[in-house]
């Protein structure tokens, strides 16, 4: 990580030790304003200071360790019913046993254009004058 990112442009280039008794106000986003009330609430003069305060530390540590923990036996129970109950809502993707009494469409149907055929109508006039031939012509 290239340090100078994130403290303020007076202190690139500074060393380490000089920038952990910088101000609070070094750190890129930190104003003046901003330190002034860190040392009101909390008495943190320097980004040493903030670095030691407890609740920065236990804050820290509860972060690094939520990403480390495992789930709970409630929550794995939880997730177990939450992917069952998913998969229960596609059935069809399920593979096809030869009793299951499921039909599945292989090829889909070709699809008509509504808004031009409303309930397939061309076609039903198309099969009925092809249907009508073949009569007549038996």
């Known amino acids: 990580m290239n340090i100078d990112t994130v403290v303020d442009k007076e202190y690139v280039g500074h060393s380490f030790r000089a920038l952990a008794d910088a101000p609070t106000s070094a750190l890129r986003g930190l ?3 901003d330190a002034k009330a860190l040392t009101q609430a909390f008495n943190v003069v320097t980004v040493r200071d ?3 305060l407890e609740f ?3 804050a820290v540590a509860i972060t690094t360790l939520a990403e480390l923990e495992q789930e709970t036996p409630a929550e794995q129970a939880r ?3 939450l992917d069952s109950a ?3 809502t596609f059935p069809a993707s399920d593979p096809v046993s030869i009793d299951s009494g499921i039909t599945r ?3 889909p149907p070709d699809v008509v254009n ?3 055929d409303h309930q397939h109508a061309g076609k039903v006039e198309e099969s009925t004058k092809t249907g009508l031939k073949e009569e007549a012509a038996h």
């Open 31 to 33: 104003s003046a304003k």
């Open 50 to 52: 903030l670095a030691n």
């Open 56 to 58: 920065v530390k236990w």
């Open 79 to 81: 997730e177990t019913l």
């Open 86 to 88: 998913v998969e229960m």
């Open 105 to 107: 469409i292989e090829v």
């Open 114 to 116: 509504a808004h031009e």
